[in-house]
C-alpha cells in the first residue's frame, strides 16, 4: 500500500503533494492539536473542514503537519483515564504517515510490541472469585488457550473495564485474582450490558490468536459469550 502511494505522490511532486487527490481508500488530515500520554498521541485533525480526533502511536508531528492514513477503528464515548476526558468519538489509528511522498518520513507504523489502549490490560486487582461449576480460572483459559481453542466454557470474573458498542459488540476485560504478572486478566465479547464493577459469569467460545486489526490483538478471549450477573 505504501509503495503505491509512493509511487502516486512522487510523480505528482512533493510540492504538489497537498493539492494532488488522494489514493482511493486514504484519508488526510491536517493537525491543529496534540495530547502526548506516553504510549499514544490525541490529535486533533481537520479533515475537510471538519475536526475530529484521532489517535496514534508516537510519531515526530506538530501543528500544521499533514497525516495520512487508511487503517483506523472507530471507538465511541471512549474515556481517557490519562486526560480525564471522554472522547465523543476518536478513530485509533494503526498505519499514519506524515508524508506519502516519502517514506523516510513515516511515523506511528504499528510495531510488534504495540498494543492498542483498549487491548492493553488493566493492574492486577486484589480479589479472590471461586471459579463456576465445570468452568475455568482466568488463568486456566489463558494458560490452555490452545487446547481450548473453538471450545465453549464459562469462566466468572470481577468486570475491571468495559466499552460499549464497538463493532456491535460489547467488550468485557474480568478478573478473578488468578494468575501472576501474567494471564489474570480476560477480554469476553457480548452484547450483554455490564458496568465496572459486576460479578459477571461469562459463556462463550474460545478464540486464540484474534486480529481484528488497528492493533486489536489478543492471544485469547471469549467471544460472544451469554453473560449473567454472579450472585
Known amino acids: 500500500m505504501f509503495f503505491a502511494l509512493t509511487v502516486v505522490f512522487f510523480l505528482t511532486g512533493c510540492s504538489e503533494e497537498k493539492k494532488a487527490p488522494l489514493p482511493e481508500g ?23 473542514g471538519a475536526k475530529i480526533w484521532i489517535a496514534v502511536v508516537p510519531m515526530n508531528v506538530k501543528k500544521g503537519d499533514s497525516i495520512y492514513f487508511t ?26 504517515v506524515t508524508s506519502i511522498s516519502n517514506q523516510a518520513q513515516t511515523g506511528g507504523e504499528v510495531t510488534e510490541n504495540f498494543q492498542h489502549p483498549q487491548v492493553m490490560k488493566e493492574s492486577k486487582e486484589e480479589i479472590k472469585i471461586e471459579k463456576s461449576a465445570g468452568g475455568y480460572t482466568v488463568e486456566e483459559i489463558n494458560v490452555k488457550r490452545s487446547e481450548l481453542n473453538g471450545k465453549t466454557v464459562k469462566v466468572k470474573g470481577k468486570v475491571v473495564k468495559v466499552n460499549n458498542g464497538i463493532m456491535d459488540k460489547n467488550w468485557i476485560h474480568i478478573q478473578d485474582g488468578t494468575g501472576g504478572t501474567e494471564n489474570f486478566d480476560l477480554l469476553v465479547t457480548s452484547t450483554a450490558i455490564v458496568e465496572k464493577g459486576d460479578v459477571i459469569e461469562a459463556e462463550g467460545k474460545v478464540v486464540v490468536d484474534r486480529d481484528f486489526g488497528a492493533g486489536y490483538k489478543y492471544s485469547v478471549l471469549i467471544e460472544d459469550s451469554k453473560v449473567t450477573k454472579a450472585k
Open 71 to 96: 487503517q483506523f477503528m472507530e471507538m465511541k464515548d471512549f474515556k481517557s483515564e490519562a486526560l480525564n476526558k471522554t472522547f465523543e468519538s476518536v478513530l485509533f489509528v494503526s498505519d499514519a
Open 26 to 48: 486514504v484519508r488526510g488530515v491536517l493537525v491543529e492539536s496534540m495530547q502526548d500520554v506516553g504510549d499514544y498521541y490525541y490529535l486533533e485533525v481537520l479533515e475537510n
